[in-house]
């Protein structure tokens, strides 16, 4: 019986929907593994079909072509260590999320997802066939229990598979990010170690997919909860992990242990990288996005350049009447700070047009909102021809403060493609702001040093659409909002509990009206990367159409 087993696990970012771009992914893992000496080469959750696959998977002659790619895998990796790849599976009806071993030229087992999840950014329930509770696969003369991701978060599965004769754990993922979430896997698996007594392998998979980022971070435990291992995060990277047998059983030697960043790199990473992989994933291969000298666009200009390159980002000044010399000046010195094309296009022209040809249907009323929204949808024209013309995808740049209670123009401002900063609070934005000043990577492709300077993020915050406007005028100070819609949002809470937290009932009754009020503005909205458990978006999934509103 064999004392020593080699693991190649492969933290990859696949395509949704790219089945031959995966499967080719999968050959080129196996081989590396093959030439590390593996016995298994280990791939993530659903890794054929990309993750998180939705309804797609559904369709059958998906789901069948994801099989045959399977079947190919198995064909093209015979004579080598063992695959494993996540791919979904149908049989007798069902479609099942699977894990398929493949050994020497065939499908020599599969594992069945148990438990599947149906909450935030998961509905599993309603896509696969829940498979029974079953034993561990073989590999030589070794045998592995993977319980697929959520299966790896409750005790059943897991304590099934070693009292069946697992003699340790790989648990293969589609886990993706939120913040602080490395903390949560972490104490799962220690859970499970600690109840199996076996040693734990977490893979899982990187990359962007609509609003979610897959943040890898693939770490290794032995019983007790030590630390064996930990690959970066949000990086692709192959890596070999050993096991030895002793008299206790299997361990997993030291490897190296991958720094983990604070939450404010793991935030702006994941907003860059979701970035990126949208447009690379979608085939955009330049954006561009209204500057206006506020501390928003400063940061989401900031992150394009640090995703794309500032010769794929164009940035754009739409100054109207009432569009101040500091924004004007704080707009131009971050293009210059980042490198990138600064266009000037002045508003007034076209907004007088407008005011001429609605004259004789307004004539009786007062100025007023809809004067203000005219100039933001004019905007938002102006910006869309730039991106049909040149082929740039338009970003959006509002805060989670603003989508939450629709401080934003339907059609204006909320134009666009996508939205890097759409789950992040106002108060976040400013702190990201220095964050990104004070600190350079090496996957960042912006330049180093201060990018956005002081006086983007000091100055009072002005959608600046009439005189000697403020953002105050309308909305609670930021840092009494943002901690308002946290317990409203993020903690789904009541006023009563706002109330409980010292705030004033009558200005959490109005958040929350406005929060109400604003979904369907949400509904029209563009995606953009999630951070937190309560995105806007699949997290969080209200009527339209609702007159509920809180009570004290």
Same mark, same amino acid.
């Given at each position: 019986?064999?004392d020593?087993?080699?693991?190649t696990?492969? @933290?990859l970012?696949?395509v949704?929907?790219?089945?031959?771009?995966?499967?080719? !992914?999968?050959r080129?893992?196996?081989?590396?593994?093959?030439?590390?000496?593996?016995?298994?080469?280990?791939?993530t959750?659903?890794?054929?079909?990309?993750y998180?696959?939705?309804?797609?998977v559904?369709?059958?002659?998906f789901?069948?072509?994801?099989?045959?790619?399977?079947?190919?895998?198995?064909?093209?990796?015979?004579?080598g260590?063992?695959l494993?790849?996540g791919?979904?599976?149908?049989e007798?009806g069902k479609?099942?999320?699977?894990?398929?071993?493949?050994?020497?030229?065939?499908?020599t087992s599969?594992?069945? !997802?148990?438990?599947?999840?149906?909450?935030?950014?998961?509905?599993?329930v309603?896509?696969?066939?829940?498979?029974?509770?079953?034993?561990?696969?073989?590999v030589?003369?070794?045998?592995v229990?993977?319980?697929?991701c959520?299966?790896?978060? &409750?005790?059943?599965?897991?304590e099934t @598979?070693?009292e069946?004769?697992a003699?340790f754990?790989?648990?293969?993922?589609?886990?993706?990010?939120y913040?602080?979430?490395?903390?949560?896997?972490l104490n799962?698996?220690?859970?499970?170690?600690?109840?199996?007594?076996?040693?734990v392998?977490?893979l899982?998979?990187?990359?962007?997919q609509?609003d979610q980022v897959?943040?890898?971070?693939? &770490?290794?435990?032995?019983?007790?909860?030590?630390?064996?291992l930990?690959?970066?995060? &949000?990086?692709e990277?192959?890596?070999?992990?050993d096991l030895?047998?002793?008299p206790?059983?299997?361990?997993?030697?030291?490897?190296?242990?991958?720094?983990?960043p604070?939450?404010w790199?793991?935030?702006?990473?994941?907003?860059?990288?979701?970035l990126?992989?949208?447009c690379? !994933?979608?085939? &955009?291969g330049?954006v561009?996005?209204?500057?206006s000298?506020g501390?928003?666009?400063?940061?989401?200009a900031?992150?394009?350049?640090?995703?794309?390159g500032?010769?794929?980002?164009?940035?754009?000044?739409?100054?109207s009447?009432?569009?101040? @010399?500091?924004s004007?000046?704080?707009?131009?010195?971050?293009?210059?700070?980042?490198g990138?094309r600064?266009?000037?296009?002045?508003?007034?022209?076209?907004r007088a047009?407008i005011?001429?040809?609605?004259?004789?249907?307004f004539e009786?009323?007062?100025?007023?909102l809809?004067?203000?929204?005219? @100039?933001?949808?004019?905007?938002?024209?102006?910006?869309?021809?730039?991106?049909n013309?040149?082929?740039?995808?338009?970003?959006t740049?509002?805060?989670?403060?603003?989508?939450?209670?629709?401080?934003?123009?339907?059609y204006?401002?909320?134009a666009?493609?996508?939205?890097?900063?759409?789950?992040?609070y106002?108060?976040?934005?400013?702190?990201?702001?220095?964050?990104r000043?004070?600190?350079?990577?090496?996957?960042?492709?912006?330049?180093?040093?201060e990018?956005?300077?002081?006086?983007?993020?000091?100055?009072?915050?002005s959608?600046?659409l009439?005189?000697?406007?403020?953002?105050?005028d309308?909305?609670p100070?930021y840092?009494?909002?943002?901690?308002i819609?946290?317990?409203?949002?993020?903690?789904?809470?009541?006023?009563?509990?706002?109330v409980?937290?010292?705030?004033?009932a009558e200005t959490?009754?109005?958040v929350e009206?406005?929060v109400?009020i604003s979904?369907?503005?949400?509904?029209?909205?563009?995606?953009?990367?999630?951070?937190?458990?309560?995105?806007?978006?699949?997290?969080?999934?209200?009527?339209?159409?609702?007159?509920?509103?809180g009570?004290t």
């Amino acid at each position: 019986m064999a004392d020593s087993f080699r693991i190649t696990l492969a @933290q990859l970012n696949p395509v949704v929907g790219d089945l031959e771009g995966n499967a080719a !992914k999968a050959r080129a893992a196996w081989q590396a593994g093959k030439e590390a000496g593996a016995d298994l080469v280990a791939l993530t959750e659903m890794f054929i079909t990309g993750y998180n696959a939705q309804d797609l998977v559904m369709k059958p002659s998906f789901h069948l072509a994801a099989m045959d790619q399977v079947r190919a895998l198995a064909a093209d990796c015979a004579g080598g260590p063992a695959l494993a790849v996540g791919a979904p599976w149908a049989e007798d009806g069902k479609l099942y999320n699977a894990y398929c071993i493949l050994k020497d030229g065939k499908i020599t087992s599969r594992m069945l !997802k148990h438990h599947l999840p149906n909450d935030t950014v998961f509905d599993e329930v309603r896509i696969f066939d829940a498979g029974p509770l079953g034993g561990p696969y073989s590999v030589g003369n070794t045998r592995v229990g993977s319980p697929i991701c959520e299966d790896g978060w &409750f005790e059943d599965v897991a304590e099934t @598979q070693a009292e069946t004769g697992a003699e340790f754990l790989l648990i293969p993922n589609g886990s993706p990010y939120y913040r602080n979430k490395m903390d949560v896997r972490l104490n799962h698996m220690v859970a499970r170690s600690v109840e199996t007594g076996l040693p734990v392998i977490y893979l899982n998979m990187v990359g962007g997919q609509d609003d979610q980022v897959f943040d890898g971070g693939t &770490f290794a435990i032995n019983p007790g909860g030590a630390l064996a291992l930990r690959m970066p995060v &949000f990086d692709e990277a192959i890596t070999q992990i050993d096991l030895e047998r002793g008299p206790d059983g299997w361990r997993i030697q030291q490897g190296e242990i991958a720094p983990l960043p604070d939450e404010w790199e793991q935030d702006y990473r994941c907003m860059v990288q979701s970035l990126r992989d949208y447009c690379g !994933k979608t085939g &955009f291969g330049k954006v561009l996005l209204g500057l206006s000298g506020g501390v928003d666009s400063a940061l989401v200009a900031a992150i394009a350049v640090d995703a794309l390159g500032a010769q794929n980002v164009r940035c754009v000044m739409l100054p109207s009447e009432y569009t101040s @010399q500091a924004s004007l000046d704080d707009a131009e010195a971050v293009a210059k700070a980042l490198g990138v094309r600064y266009d000037y296009v002045p508003i007034s022209e076209g907004r007088a047009a407008i005011t001429n040809t609605l004259a004789p249907l307004f004539e009786g009323t007062e100025p007023g909102l809809t004067e203000e929204n005219i @100039q933001s949808r004019l905007r938002g024209l102006l910006l869309m021809a730039l991106s049909n013309k040149f082929g740039e995808m338009l970003l959006t740049t509002g805060n989670k403060s603003e989508v939450a209670v629709g401080y934003a123009t339907i059609y204006g401002d909320m134009a666009g493609g996508y939205n890097p900063i759409k789950d992040l609070y106002k108060t976040r934005v400013f702190e990201t702001c220095r964050w990104r000043n004070t600190n350079h990577r090496n996957w960042m492709m912006g330049p180093a040093g201060e990018v956005i300077r002081p006086s983007v993020i000091d100055k009072p915050p002005s959608a600046e659409l009439r005189d000697d406007q403020k953002d105050s005028d309308s909305l609670p100070d930021y840092p009494e909002l943002d901690a308002i819609l946290d317990i409203l949002v993020d903690r789904d809470g009541s006023i009563a509990d706002c109330v409980a937290a010292g705030f004033d009932a009558e200005t959490a009754g109005r958040v929350e009206h406005l929060v109400y009020i604003s979904e369907y503005k949400r509904f029209q909205s563009a995606p953009g990367a999630r951070l937190t458990p309560r995105a806007f978006w699949l997290d969080r999934r209200y009527p339209i159409l609702n007159r509920w509103r809180g009570r004290t």
